[in-house]
C-alpha cells in the first residue's frame, strides 16, 4: 500500500492538472451519408475481414467515435478560454460496415485544375486500393478535368496499367481548367452509372465539387462524392500542406541556388526567382526559409513598394555594397497592382482565376533602369529564372507519394462507407473526413503577423514595405 501511495505520489508530481480547457463537448462535424437521403440502403460487412493480409486486429476498423481535433495548441493559462467548444472531424479509415457491394461499385477518377506533383500517384492508389482492398473491378479515369464527364470516353483503368505512374509527373488522365456544366457532368454521372466519384482538384474544383454532390442529393442518386485537394500553391484551408507541395519548394532550391550562384559572380548581381502562388506566397516562404541564400521574398500577401525610404530599392543598393550580390524570390502573384496592365491584357482564365503579368519579367526591367538612373557605368546584372512550371511537373518526392497513397486510400474507405460530400484530408498528421462544403471555403494565405513570416523577415533582414 505504501509502496502504491509513494508511486502515485512520484506520477502526480510529473504532472500539473490544468483544468482551463474543456475538451468536452465537442463540436463533430456532421459528415454527409448516403443513409440521409436514401435510408434503406444495404449495408455488407467490410471485405477486409477476410483479407489475408490485413486481419483486422481490435482497433482496426475506424468508428463514427474516432475524430480528429484541428486545433492541437492551447494557451493554458484560460486568458484566451473560449466559450464555444472545439471541432472536430471524423478520422478517415475503414469502417467495419460498407455500403457498397464491391462488385456492384463503379468508380470515376477525375483531374481538374493546375498540374502537382502526386496527381498521378493519387490516382493510381485510388485504382490500386479499390481494386486491392475492396475487389472492385470497375474504375474509370474521366479525361482532362470536369469537361471529359461528357466530351470523351472514360478510361478503364487497373492496378497493372497504373503500376508505375506514381514515377510520372503531370496526371495520366489529363486536367483542364473552365469546362464545368453541371447538368452535363451529373447526367454523365447518371448516365454512365457511376456510383463512386473521386474529384482530385485545387480550391476551384472544390467549390465544383460541391456542386456535384448537391445535385446528386438533390437527384437522390446512390453516388457517393468524394475529393481528395491538391494544390501546388497551398491555398486550401483545413489540410495541412497539400500533397506535392513539399516536392515544389524542393524543386525551387535548384533554382534558388542558381540564381545565388549568377549573383554571387557578377559585380553587382541580383538573382532574381519567381516562383509558383497565384494568391498566396506559400511556396515562396518556404523556399525562401528552406534555402537561406534568399535576401528578399516577396508575397501576395505583403505589399511592396520599389522608390523611396524603406523601399525594395534602398534595401538593394544597400545589399550591394554590404555582400556585392542579392537574391530576391517573387510569387509570381505579388506586386501586381504596380505593374502597368493594358486594357486588352486577359484579365481571366478559363476557370475564372485572374491571370497575372510577369511580375519577374516587370522587376528586372524595373532594376535594371534603376541602376542605370542611380549608378550609370557601373556594372549590373539581374539574372531572371522562371522555374514555374519545373516545380509542379514532376513526380512526387518519396514523402509526397506516400501522403498520396493514405489520401487516396482514407478516400476509397470513407466512400465504401457511404460517406459523400466530403475531403479526404491530413490535419495536423492524422487523415479526416471534412465536409467538401467547408473545404470549398476554407482559404489558406499566409499570414503576416504570425511567427513564419516574422522567421522569414529575421532571416532575410528585409524592410516590412510599411510606407513611413
Ligand atoms: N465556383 C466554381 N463552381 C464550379 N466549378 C468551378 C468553380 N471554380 C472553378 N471551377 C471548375 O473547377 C475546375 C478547376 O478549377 P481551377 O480554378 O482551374 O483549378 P483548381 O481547382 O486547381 O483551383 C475547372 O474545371 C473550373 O471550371
Ligand atoms: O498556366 P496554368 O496551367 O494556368 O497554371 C498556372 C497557375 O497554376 C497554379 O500553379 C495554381 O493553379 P491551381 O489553381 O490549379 O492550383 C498557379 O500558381 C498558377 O498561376
Ligand atoms: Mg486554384
Known sequence: MADEANSNKEEESQYEIVDNLSFSPLRLHRLPHLTDYLPNLQSFTNPLENNAYYRPFDGFYISSHDVVLPQVIYDVSGTFRSNSPPVAYQRAGPRKQIFFNPADVKAAIVTCGGLCPGLNTVIRELVVGLWEL??????????????????????????????????????VLETSRGGFDLAKIVDSIQGQEFNQVYIIGGDGTMRGAVKIFEEICHRKLNVAVAAI???????????????????AVEMAQQAISAAHVEAESAVNGIGLVKLMGRSTGHIALYSTLSSRDVDCCLIPENDFFL?????????????????????????????????????????????????????????KSELTKWWKRDHPGDLFTVKY?????????????ATDNLYCTLLAHSATHGAMAGYTGFVAARINGNYAYVPVTEVAQAKNVVNTQDHKWAWVRSVTNQPDFQKI
Open 134 to 171: 475492396y475487389g472492385v473491378r470497375q474504375v474509370f479515369g474521366i479525361r482532362s478535368g470536369y469537361r471529359g464527364f461528357y466530351s470523351a470516353d472514360p478510361v478503364a483503368l487497373n492496378p497493372k496499367m497504373v503500376h508505375n505512374w506514381h514515377k510520372r509527373g503531370g496526371t
Open 307 to 363: 522608390e523611396g525610404k524603406g523601399g525594395l530599392l534602398e534595401f538593394l543598393e544597400q545589399r550591394l555594397i554590404d555582400n556585392g550580390h542579392a537574391v530576391i524570390v517573387v510569387a509570381e502573384g505579388a506586386g501586381q497592382d504596380l505593374i502597368p496592365r493594358s486594357e486588352e491584357q486577359q484579365q481571366h482564365d478559363e476557370s475564372g482565376n485572374p491571370v497575372f503579368l510577369d511580375v519577374g519579367a516587370w522587376l
Open 229 to 247: 485537394p491538391k494544390t501546388v500553391d497551398n491555398d486550401v484551408g483545413i489540410i495541412d500542406a497539400s500533397f506535392g507541395f513539399q516536392t
Open 385 to 397: 529564372i522562371d522555374p514555374t512550371y519545373m516545380i509542379r511537373a514532376v513526380p512526387a518526392n
